[in-house]
């Protein structure tokens, strides 16, 4: 699988709500930096996010850019979906992840299109 197979695997997964497809995407030792979240660290911590403290109940992630440089992936595009209290979700996002040699990601950090400053 190349590494942009295995990212789009994850989105896949993540839309699916596939909580161990998920976690499959990560190594063990994972870290995922995301605003507003310590960074998660661990296969646990990654699981308590994608099983429950997600704010997100369902939606579709739109990729629009997908670029490979050797072990690192970046990701552009939109999310369309629910969060748990009901109301609708529109956002831009940046991913960049870094993967391992079997394209299971070490580290992801996660960018959001809203105004910050």
Known sequence: MSAADAVRRYYERVDA????????CFTDDAVYHR?????????????????GERVIADGQ????????????VAV??????????GSAARVGF??????????RALTRHSYFDVPAV
């Open 76 to 85: 552009r595009g939109r999310f369309e979906g629910t969060l748990k209290d």
């Open 35 to 51: 605003p507003g979240y310590a960074p998660m660290v661990g296969r646990d911590s990654l699981a308590a996010f994608y099983g």
């Open 94 to 103: 940046c991913d960049f992840f870094v993967l391992d040699e079997h394209d």
């Open 17 to 24: 709500g596939d909580v161990d497809g998920v976690l499959d």
């Open 61 to 72: 992630h739109i990729l629009d850019a997908l670029l490979v440089d050797g072990d690192q």
